[in-house]
């Protein structure tokens, strides 16, 4: 794992703040030479803590309703296609606008984040949607509501 100074971290707060600040900016807000903060931010990319510079979508476009949902498929009886059907519900699944993330779990399971404009859709999708996907052993449907932490999350997440 890669180690952080003060320095370092406290110019990734700001930039996750907000991602367009100067250089110039940055170095203000610090009181550090521009040169010192300039050379940090070289280093953070070179050492791949700063992967790529984002924007995170404000409310007008982030769904009002999300879910997490748990899909566990039945075991084939050929348990080698097990793995294909799997790969083929992620498949389905991240080709949806309306789903927002997509990772397996465990041998036999999926998880999906899910978002709509409003509960309704929201049922209505993942009852249309993902309850009729062949061959599930159970659907876990979990509402997210008033998040404490990660809720931009969301708007990183949604897809335009």
Same mark, same amino acid.
């Given at each position: 794992?890669?180690?952080?100074?003060?320095?370092?971290?406290?110019?990734?707060?700001?930039?996750?703040?907000?991602?367009?600040?100067?250089?110039?900016?940055?170095?203000?807000?610090?009181?550090?030479?521009?040169?010192?903060?300039?050379?940090?931010?070289?280093?953070?990319?070179?050492?791949?803590?700063?992967?790529?510079?984002?924007?995170?979508?404000?409310?007008?476009?982030?769904?009002?309703?999300?879910?997490?949902?748990?899909?566990?498929?039945?075991?084939?009886?050929? =348990? !080698?296609? +097990?793995? $294909?059907? %799997?790969?083929?519900?992620? @498949?389905? #699944?991240?080709? /949806?606008?309306? &789903?927002?993330?997509?990772?397996?779990?465990?041998?036999?399971?999926?998880?999906?984040?899910?978002?709509?404009?409003? =509960? !309704?859709? +929201?049922? $209505?999708? %993942?009852?249309?949607?993902? @309850?009729? #996907?062949?061959? /599930?052993?159970? &659907?876990?449907?979990?509402?997210?509501?008033?998040?404490?932490?990660?809720?931009?999350?969301?708007?990183?997440?949604?897809?335009?």
């Amino acid at each position: 794992m890669v180690q952080l100074d003060d320095l370092d971290r406290a110019i990734l707060r700001l930039l996750k703040e907000d991602a367009r600040l100067t250089i110039s900016e940055i170095a203000e807000r610090l009181n550090r030479p521009e040169s010192t903060i300039h050379f940090r931010i070289k280093k953070l990319l070179e050492r791949g803590v700063i992967e790529r510079y984002t924007i995170i979508l404000g409310d007008s476009l982030r769904p009002k309703a999300v879910a997490l949902i748990y899909i566990q498929a039945e075991t084939p009886i050929i =348990e !080698d296609f +097990l793995e $294909k059907y %799997i790969s083929y519900i992620m @498949k389905t #699944l991240s080709i /949806l606008p309306n &789903v927002l993330a997509v990772a397996r779990s465990g041998k036999d399971s999926v998880v999906a984040l899910v978002g709509e404009e409003s =509960e !309704d859709k +929201l049922n $209505k999708f %993942i009852d249309e949607t993902i @309850k009729v #996907l062949p061959t /599930l052993k159970r &659907v876990e449907v979990i509402p997210l509501q008033d998040f404490v932490k990660g809720e931009d999350l969301v708007g990183f997440l949604v897809r335009v």
